[in-house]
């Protein structure tokens, strides 16, 4: 039943036949034609005066008083006749031969059997070619015509195909007459028929060529239409059932959109690209400005921006050869940009994608939007599971949310399109189709894309995250302390970047990676020196500097060199802004004994944190390094660290050039302060014996936090 509102036709237009229908109008129409033969009136004379030729030179042959079968047979096969001398042995031994009583008076003369086989042959044939003799076999001719037009010198004729025989029904009919209207025995009569068959030839010769120009003629005589609309007419009324006379209407109606479209003129079509081109623009200056509101760092970066346009750009060639190839529109891949744009940027920039691509893909076809609500609905849940990878097997979890999507879409669709089971199981199919090309071309293209733009994924950053990656695994040796610290100092970004919305897996992995670079001197680092051991105590303050200095200088040299990404990189160079290393400096000041002395020299050379990721590694170095200085840890304290810590690298600027707010200052600090409170938790106090009791009585080593 049809739901939507009536549709009245718009101008009058005929109404269409069904394939079915006009197709066996066609095949009717060629049926109907009849074969066009041309008759060759020089066939007749030419193969009677050989057949008369043969007997004259027979009765000679005849009169031979030694004539042998075997003499006969050659003269035969001479004049193209093949006989048997066995067929011959009544003309041989007339005699013998069982003649009839009518010929008893004549039977004993050769040349009298021979003549009258003459007698019945020659009127027999002239009789067959005036009727007319077919070339090929009635029954071979694709026709339902029960006539046949013959051609002549004379013009053309429309016979009764009855009248005329083909060649072997020629041959049997003039068996059937030798037999019934002539007084020769069974033996004669077989003689004649083997003699007369080889004149038998065909006069009328079938002319395939015109036979099937008549038809084609009369094929582009069928009408397409059947019926017609006029304007104003009603097509089909709101909840109206559906039949098959409605069908063929709607159908017609479209076909002849199409066909009004067409014939509109060059201004017509011209005017309809630059719509189209229009329509186009608008969505793109719709998208342009909402990402510069939303998202105004894709602007600062032009290779972002590119690889948005390249990612719109594969997604228009897709859909664009889909059109080509004619495919079904269930098929595009269009949810393959969608899985690539939140991948590469987020939700706010995928969903923008989204929307444009999604009505770009329904201009494409026609303007034809059935399609951009199943896409649509699709594309949010495939940026909603491909969001934030955390796994591995994001992608088969993302391929299996596609493909769950599509069914749903579709069945909703397609019930409310009232489409048969067949068409719901088809479409379903190609929904499951789209779902598995989709995620498996934007894996693909998220590799080559990754590389080409230098850009670094979450897939990048999870395999950065393992902690049996080779420079892990060469820190853990070599500098077991700064491990651990980066570890921790790992657990607590990756806690305050969720907090306050930023990439937990970024921070994280930056936090894993921004001291490596104490690789190459670990024992001058506090983390890393046995108790009582600090080689720092014998070199001066300046050279102390240096040596911390070169920490940062030497993790981005190892970071190059190792082709960790950029965004790792950064980490190392930013974890320290351009803080001063105040240990050292106050250090430096009380040796000059209060000269001045330039703390350029005892300050890291930055850059300070340019994003909310590195900034939230700064804090978590600075306070996982503070936090092991704590005796006592009580919550109190802990929040009096971290708000201190915090507070400092605010008041000293290194937060200036961050996004970080004030809101996000504040759950960054209470993300470090449960953390913190987790690790340094208070345990049950247990008897002491005496081992442990000294050991808890042993003063701590104070270890200062600025050289971390």
């Known amino acids: 039943m049809y739901v939507g509102p009536e549709i009245i036709a718009p101008y009058t237009f005929p109404v269409n036949k069904s394939s079915l229908e006009y197709n066996a109008h066609v095949a009717q129409a060629r049926a109907s034609i009849a074969p066009v033969f041309q008759r060759d009136s020089s066939i007749a004379p030419v193969q009677t005066h050989a057949a008369e030729r043969l007997f004259v030179q027979l009765h000679e042959q005849l009169k031979k008083p030694s004539l042998t079968g075997e003499e006969l047979r050659d003269f035969f096969e001479k004049n193209g006749v093949a006989l048997a001398v066995d067929d011959l042995s009544i003309l041989i031994n007339p005699v013998t031969a069982g003649s009839t009583e009518k010929l008893e008076g004549v039977l004993s003369s050769r040349l009298a059997l021979s003549r009258s086989i003459q007698a019945v042959v020659l009127p027999l044939l002239k009789e067959m070619f005036s009727a007319g003799i077919l070339n090929v076999e009635k029954n071979s001719l694709a026709t339902q015509s029960s006539k046949i037009s013959v051609r002549s010198n004379t013009g053309e004729m429309l016979e009764d195909a009855n009248y005329y025989r083909g060649p072997l029904e020629a041959q049997a009919r003039f068996l059937e007459q030798l037999r019934a209207d002539s007084d020769l025995n069974e033996n004669l009569a077989r003689l004649a028929y083997k003699i007369a068959v080889h004149f038998l030839a065909p006069n009328l010769f079938y002319n395939a060529a015109e036979t099937i120009q008549r038809q084609e003629e009369a094929v582009a005589n069928v ?184 069914v749903v879409a579709i069945l909703v669709q397609d019930y409310l399109n009232y489409l048969s089971i067949k068409e719901i199981s088809r479409n379903l199919g190609y929904g499951l189709i789209n779902g598995f090309l989709a995620s498996i071309f934007a894996y693909g293209l998220i590799m080559i894309l990754e590389y080409l733009f230098n850009r670094t994924t979450d897939m990048t950053l999870l395999e950065l995250s393992d902690l049996n990656h080779p420079l892990m695994r060469q820190l853990a040796l070599q500098a077991p302390g700064t491990y651990h610290h980066s570890l921790m100092v790992g657990n607590l970004s990756e806690a305050a970047a969720e907090a306050i919305g930023g990439n937990g897996l970024l921070a994280r992995v930056g936090a894993y990676y921004h001291d490596i670079g104490k690789m190459e001197k670990p024992e001058y680092f506090v983390e890393n020196q046995a108790r009582g051991r600090n080689p720092q105590e014998k070199l001066t303050p300046t050279m102390s500097s240096l040596i911390l200095l070169n920490h940062v200088r030497k993790g981005s040299e190892m970071a190059r060199t190792l082709r960790l990404p950029q965004v790792v990189e950064a980490f190392i160079e930013q974890h320290h802004g351009t803080s001063l290393m105040s240990f050292f400096y106050q250090k430096a000041v009380e040796q000059n004994k209060g000269e001045y002395v330039s703390d350029t020299e005892f300050r890291y050379p930055g850059p300070r944190p340019q994003t909310k990721e590195t900034a939230i590694v700064m804090l978590a170095d600075a306070v996982e390094a503070t936090s092991r200085t704590l005796k006592e840890p009580s919550p109190s304290r802990i929040k009096q660290m971290v708000d201190h810590m915090i507070d400092e690298r605010f008041k000293s600027g290194e937060l200036d050039e961050s996004p970080l707010t004030l809101q996000d200052l504040t759950k960054i600090s209470l993300s470090f302060q449960k953390i913190l409170n987790g690790l340094f938790h208070r345990r049950i106090e247990y008897p002491k014996t005496g081992a442990s009791q000294a050991g808890a009585e042993e003063k701590h080593e104070d270890e200062n936090p600025a050289q971390s």
Do not use: C
Not at 249 to 276: C, D, H, P, T
Not at 328 to 344: E, K, R, S
């Open 223 to 406: 009408p397409l239409a059947k019926d017609q609309v006029l304007a104003g007419e009603r097509i089909i009324d709101s909840h109206q059932r559906i039949t098959l006379e409605h069908i063929d209407k709607l159908n017609s109606l479209m076909q002849a959109r199409i066909e009004r479209k067409e014939a509109s003129g060059l201004w017509s079509r011209f005017s309809y690209s630059i719509g189209n081109f229009f329509f186009t623009l608008l969505l793109l200056i719709i998208l342009v400005a909402f990402l510069y509101k939303v998202r105004r760092e894709i602007f600062e970066r032009p290779q972002q921006l590119l690889l948005l346009g390249v990612t719109i750009l594969l997604t228009g060639l897709v859909v664009f050869l889909a059109n080509e190839l004619s495919l079904p529109a269930l098929v595009v891949p269009v949810t393959m940009g969608v899985i690539i744009v939140v991948v590469f940027f987020d939700i706010p920039v995928a969903l923008a994608y989204a929307v444009t691509i999604n009505l770009l893909m329904g201009a494409m076809r026609g303007h034809e939007y059935d399609i951009t609500f199943i896409s649509f609905f699709v594309s949010l849940f495939a940026m909603l599971s491909s969001s934030r990878v955390r796994s591995r097997r994001w992608i088969l979890s993302t391929m299996a949310t596609v493909m769950a999507a599509y």
